[in-house]
């Protein structure tokens, strides 16, 4: 029989509030912009980082955009790789803390479980599935909105943002599921480094490879 959760801690990760989370402040930060607007007050150090981590791929997704648009010069093109690059390093390293901050407070309620199963993918993971998420919500139902599409094109949106609607529902499931499933000890889940080599002048081969400038 499972033990039951430890009541402290089930709070502490609910997808419905990550989810409504991502919502609010994606839509913010797009009609307000997120320099003119004070920062929100997180009830908790996790509710934060889920908050940065989002911001990370809000800004990801957006210098994406910038990089895709024609006729952009080769100059531009190399900056915005160079910040893709950067934002990227910075969206991972906040998976990595959201599961951190997790796994501190679980190892204070003496988990997870040494002999659990052991899940492959951490909720770090899973929340920035969720993010991405989020965005392509928003700016899908933007599209189906456009007033200057083409004959089609709001329709096409609905439908693909039926899937996205499915798919969110059931990740975010899965991860309310696998956190339960934690605090009963019946399953766990490590912190798995990225280790991204890219950024690292002393691992990427085009960049130690380099003569050094005079």
Not at 13 to 24: E, G, P, Q, V
Not at 148 to 161: I, K, S, T, V, W
Request: net charge negative.
């Amino acid at each position: 029989m499972a033990a039951l959760p430890h009541t402290s801690l089930s709070g502490l990760l609910s997808a419905d509030a990550i989810t409504a989370l991502h919502d609010r402040l994606t839509k913010l930060w797009h009609q307000s912009g997120r320099d003119r607007e004070p920062e929100p007050e997180y009830k908790n150090p996790f509710t934060e980082a889920v908050a940065e981590q989002h911001l990370a791929n809000f800004e990801l997704w957006h210098i994406e955009d910038q990089a895709r648009v024609p006729r952009v010069s080769d100059r531009q093109i190399a900056e915005l790789k160079r910040s893709i690059d950067r934002t990227n390093q910075q969206r991972n390293d906040l998976m990595e803390k959201c599961d951190l901050i997790l796994l501190a407070a679980l190892e204070a309620a003496g988990l997870p479980a040494p002999d659990a199963e052991l899940h492959s993918e951490s909720p770090g993971l899973i929340l920035d599935r969720l993010s991405i998420l989020a965005l392509k919500v928003y700016h899908t139902r933007e599209e189906i909105d456009r007033p200057n599409a083409p004959e089609g094109h709001a329709q096409r949106n609905r439908e693909r943002l039926a899937v996205l609607d499915v798919q969110r529902t059931d990740l975010a499931g899965c991860l309310d599921k696998l956190w339960q499933q934690v605090l009963v000890g019946e399953r766990r889940f490590k912190l798995y480094r990225q280790l991204k080599m890219y950024n690292d002048a002393t691992l990427n081969p085009a960049l130690y490879s380099q003569p050094e400038k005079e």
